[in-house]
């Protein structure tokens, strides 16, 4: 799927956040979204969780 492919269907997934939702609506699909994404790109590789969560040592 294309970059812009991918932007018109999370443009059209918060219109329909905000205007079902409200903006307590678009504040959830947001954060899960977000979630979503961060857990996509570590089972992709792209990103370590383990890493962040870990800290410091």
């Known amino acids: ?9 999370l443009g059209l997934a918060l219109a329909f956040a905000v205007i079902l939702g409200g903006w307590a609506g678009l504040f959830w699909a947001l954060l899960f979204g977000g ?23």
Not at 1 to 9: A, E, F, Q, S, V
Not at 35 to 56: K, M, Q, T, W
């Open 1 to 9: 799927m294309n970059h812009t492919r991918t932007g018109l269907i």
């Open 35 to 57: 979630l979503g994404a961060a857990l996509g790109a570590h089972l992709d590789g792209r990103l370590d969780l383990r890493a962040l969560l870990r800290g410091r040592e």
